[in-house]
């Protein structure tokens, strides 16, 4: 509950006149895409559908010890994050990319 409310009080990105790209399915559950505009490139980012339902998370490096982290931060208005959900899955390919014919 602490991070619903931290997230209401948290500054959002402003996603008006966004564009997305670069979508494509890396798994049954997972879709990746980019999101350009307003003078900032987001690559990398990811609809994932977990078990409490879909959401999007920032693309992750490893360190040595083997944790994982956030390369960056980006904060989304509950209203904004559901819309971009609903924009890439309304756009993703049906297939993954390695299922694809090949062009020649």
Do not use: C, H, W
Request: aromatic share 8%; proline share 3%.
């Amino acid at each position: 509950m602490a991070d619903k409310k931290q997230n209401k009080e948290r500054a959002t990105l402003n996603i008006k006149g966004m564009k997305l790209s670069n979508i494509r399915r890396l798994s049954e559950k997972v879709v990746a895409f980019s999101l350009n505009g307003n003078g900032l490139g987001l690559y990398n980012l990811k609809v994932i559908e977990g078990k409490n339902g879909k959401f999007i998370a920032t693309p992750q490096e490893k360190s040595k010890s083997g944790e994982y982290f956030n390369i960056y931060s980006v904060y989304f208005s509950e209203e904004d994050e559901q819309k971009i959900i609903k924009a890439v899955l309304d756009k993703v390919p049906d297939k993954k990319e390695e299922d694809e014919e090949p062009a020649f």
